[in-house]
């Protein structure tokens, strides 16, 4: 019995090649399901997530139970004597139990990891031997007639892009064989059907040029570029700019494969006399690297720093590329010695070196030297495997790619002695002996970050449209590479919500790292890495440090989360910076300022709520918010904050300034979240931020209540009044002024007094009734008593009243009182609206022509508010 699952799914009996497959689409998605994990346990969880996704029927349990049983039957047909026990019943689910030769799908994966490892060693025959047998296998996508959830969708993006993989390394193998003119119509084929894939156009334009086809050659990095710069608004990757300039220039190195020079294999002599280890003396271009990855894209800069960094490393030095977890060091590294070819002549090996890699010096060298085709025992002894490093690097140009050092000590005795070749590491943490050839990756900037979105995602973004939600997926994934993949994996799995929907479930904060993780399952654990590998102390900063608002924060702020002094805090943030949990600001107005990059802030509070005692996260909340208030008060009606205006910087800060108050109100702190709502109504009232006033001020209302304060009550009350005003609400901000007027009573709270009765008189003053709101006024300013705010407002309303009523003259000494007593609030805003009114009505004798601002910063413009 054979399974096929590399297009429509199909089940053939043996004997015969009549295929005997279920005609129910939901049994065929259970028995695709369970060939995609054979000989693994599938849970029953996970085998309804597949069939009804978010919304399973009540009888799901009892239905797949059905399932089961209707497809144990069918595999009894096909194979009458072992049929039914291939699929078997396993707690948690089930399992289907095959030979891999009876599953195209393993087959297929099979043939192409040999064809992959032929490519490295430089059998090209083999390689494209082996490709061609394993394209051979691929009929369509997988399961292309059966209704696909997250696991098939998931797979099925992986397996095209290992059909992908197959395609470019047949092509390489068949070009390096001289078989470019055979290879031009199925080349552009291929590019037809992949259009934004940058190195199948590659390989088509070697491919022309070497058929003599120059000019069409070139024709192809045009129509590339074109459609590039059209349609993402990018150019092509540096490689294929390059491989153009080769061409223009004519490079007759272009027009033949690489030559590889015979190796030769000497016997190495081990110093304890055991048998001989065979040595494989490296030919011209021992090629022991990855692929390189398909969807990698920008890192210019870094790659010509790379470049340059390598150039004339001294005997024994290394070069090394580090930064947090998912910055793309691997990816990065392996680009760089494909593309540093011609500086390494005599090869490039890559060795893994973290995860599960060798640990110590001894099994790390042991490592390389397999990789450089060393076979036969070798010496146990690390200064003999030493030996015979240095012989095979001996007068030779050879660039190691040491990946995941996790320590000074494991990769010391891997670095070459002789001149010429060298070590490129990636890791973590900066080497201790590493000075001057270091190079910090960063997560990518957003131009770039949307390239490889759209790069990862393939065909499931538009060619035309969606712009902005991919701007949002790279922004919200920090543009960090290993989100990003993420992401389009998610994409992926879920086709049909399209890029908005993912843009939006990304959106919520607490269920990103969620979202990330479910088509990616190692995303997590990669992220997570960082903090499991630094020292309690720090792993507690950290996750205290996530209640901070996003964007960059001073170590004032810091300690104040803490509960550390300033100084002992520096340090904490220092050695954080030093782990990859935190990172300093290195330019711009906030340069020396610390952050928790979004999705590390993120795995913080994860962290918090699962490791950190509640009272203790308490504390932290409340010290936060005393911070937060401290910094808002500084901030309204200041000249600058942080080298900005006030208002950009609060509008950096304004979310995560109202999540403080969110999580203020949910730890119970009723105080801190009315103080810290207090001290940003003015931000959030200069800035018009309708949103979030309400969300902050709605939650500082029950905080106000829950404690039994009725003046705040009040005062959150009119505010909300305020807003519904502003808002054009006027019936509801009725409501809440008079609201707050009953509570200021209650209080009793003779200023919000004042201010009810205020915002009730410009209530009346906006429907027309004059002798309303000049009622009102003069008791308001009676209660509004020595509060300047409160004086403030009711002179600003008689202000305009007067307009009305009496003209300018009467007019201008309510806006000199209000000058005077923005001038003693020091506050800017409300002084410049003061004075604006004083030069309009200064010398007039009537109202200015047709408008009036009749708040600060809100305009009427001929009856209507603009």
Same mark, same amino acid.
């Given at each position: ?615 203790? +996260? ?5 010290? %936060?918010?005393? =911070?937060?208030? #401290?910094? &808002? $008060? @500084?901030?309204? /009606?200041? *000249? ?93 901000? +009725? ?5 707050? %007027?009953?509570? =200021?009573?209650? #209080?009793? &709270? $003779? @200023?919000?007094? /004042?201010? *009810? ?110």
């Amino acid at each position: 019995m054979r399974f096929r699952i590399l297009g429509p799914l199909e089940v053939t009996s043996p004997g015969t090649a009549v295929p005997v497959t279920p005609r129910a689409a939901k049994i065929r998605a259970v028995l695709a399901t369970l060939l995609v994990r054979a000989n693994e346990v599938v849970s029953v969880d996970s085998l309804i997530d597949e069939l009804w996704g978010e919304n399973p029927p009540r009888t799901a349990t009892t239905t797949l139970q059905v399932y089961i049983s209707q497809l144990r039957k069918l595999l009894h047909a096909a194979d009458p004597e072992y049929g039914r026990d291939t699929l078997v019943t396993r707690p948690p689910g089930y399992a289907l139990y095959l030979d891999p030769a009876q599953l195209d799908l393993t087959v297929f994966e099979e043939l192409h990891h040999s064809g992959r490892e032929a490519l490295l060693r430089g059998e090209h025959a083999a390689a494209a031997d082996l490709q061609s047998r394993a394209l051979a296998l691929w009929r369509a996508p997988l399961a292309s007639d059966t209704p696909h959830g997250a696991l098939l969708a998931r797979t099925a993006v992986r397996l095209a892009e290992v059909r992908t993989a197959a395609l470019e390394q047949r092509f390489r193998a068949e070009l390096q064989l001289g078989g470019h003119q055979n290879l031009v119509g199925e080349l552009q084929a291929t590019v037809a059907e992949m259009p934004m894939r940058e190195e199948f156009h590659a390989l088509l334009m070697v491919a022309l040029y070497r058929t003599g086809r120059q000019a069409d050659a070139l024709r192809v990095f045009t129509q590339l570029r074109q459609a590039l710069v059209e349609e993402l608004a990018i150019e092509p990757g540096r490689r294929l700019q390059q491989l153009q300039q080769r061409i223009l220039a004519g490079d007759p190195e272009l027009l033949r494969p690489a030559v590889r020079e015979t190796a030769r294999t000497e016997p190495a002599a081990p110093a304890d006399g055991s048998a001989s280890a065979r040595v494989r003396l490296p030919g011209q271009a021992l090629d022991r690297l990855p692929a390189r990855d398909p969807v990698f894209v920008g890192r210019t800069e870094e790659l010509e720093r790379l470049g340059s960094l390598l150039r004339d490393v001294p005997a024994g030095g290394c070069v090394a590329v580090t930064g947090a977890a998912g910055t793309g060091k691997t990816a990065l590294a392996v680009a760089a010695a494909h593309e540093l070819s011609g500086l390494f002549p005599d090869g490039r090996v890559f060795l893994e070196l973290g995860g599960p890699g060798p640990a110590d010096p001894t099994e790390a060298l042991t490592a390389l030297l397999r990789r450089f085709g060393v076979s036969g025992p070798l010496p146990p002894q690390e200064s003999e495997l030493r030996r015979i490093l240095n012989r095979l690097t001996k007068d030779r140009r050879m660039l190691l790619v040491l990946d995941g050092v996790r320590s000074p000590a494991q990769v010391r005795s891997l670095l070459p002695d002789t001149p010429g070749s060298t070590a490129l590491l990636t890791c973590r943490r900066t080497p201790e002996e590493l000075t001057g050839r270091v190079l910090e990756l960063d997560v990518l900037p957003q131009p770039e970050a949307r390239r490889l979105f759209t790069s990862a995602a393939g065909r499931l973004v538009p060619r035309r449209g969606g712009e902005a939600a991919v701007r949002e997926i790279a922004a919200l994934c920090g543009g960090l590479p290993l989100a990003l993949r993420a992401a389009a994996a998610r994409l992926a799995s879920r086709p049909h919500w399209g890029l908005e929907m993912l843009a939006a479930r990304l959106r919520e904060e607490p269920r990103r790292l969620a979202e990330l993780t479910a088509a990616a399952p190692g995303f997590h654990d990669r992220l997570r890495s960082s903090y499991e590998e630094a020292p309690p102390a720090l792993r507690r900063a950290f996750r205290l440090l996530g209640l901070v608002p996003s964007g960059p924060f001073g170590a004032q702020t810091a300690a104040a989360v803490l509960g550390e002094d300033v100084v002992k805090t520096e340090e904490v943030l220092r050695q954080l910076a030093e782990v990859r949990l935190a990172s300093q600001v290195p330019d711009g107005p906030a340069r020396g300022a610390h952050r928790l990059p979004g999705l590390w802030r993120l795995l913080a509070l994860e962290c918090l709520a699962a490791e950190t005692p509640a009272e203790e +996260a308490r504390a932290a909340t409340a010290r %936060l918010a005393a =911070a937060c208030v #401290a910094q &808002a $008060a @500084a901030a309204d /009606g200041a *000249a600058e904050m942080d080298g900005l205006h006030p208002l950009e910087w609060f509008a950096e800060r304004q979310d995560g300034l109202v999540a403080v108050v969110r999580r203020c109100h949910a730890a119970g702190l009723w105080a801190e979240a009315v103080e810290l709502a207090d001290a940003l109504t003015g931000l959030l009232e200069a800035r018009a931020a309708w949103e979030a006033w309400e969300a902050c001020h709605t939650l500082a209302l029950d905080a106000a209540r829950r404690r039994e304060d009725l003046a705040a009550e009040a005062r959150l009350l009119r505010s909300l009044g305020d807003l519904a005003w502003q808002r054009r609400r006027l019936d509801r901000a +009725a409501e809440y002024y008079e609201r707050a %007027l009953l509570t =200021a009573d209650a #209080a009793p &709270a $003779a @200023a919000e007094r /004042g201010r *009810a009765l205020v915002g009730l008189a410009d209530l009346q003053l906006d429907a027309g009734g004059l002798e309303g709101a000049a009622a009102l006024l003069p008791p308001a300013l009676d209660a509004a008593g020595d509060d300047p705010r409160g004086r403030y407002e009711a002179h600003r309303v008689w202000g305009l009243l007067a307009l009305e009523t009496d003209g300018p003259t009467a007019a201008r000494p309510h806006f000199a009182e209000c000058r005077d007593l923005a001038a003693g609030l020091r506050d800017r805003r409300l002084q410049s609206y003061a004075d604006r009114w004083l030069e309009r009505v200064r010398g007039a004798e009537g109202r200015p022509a047709g408008w009036s601002e009749v708040r600060p910063g809100v305009w009427r413009l001929e009856g209507c508010e603009v």
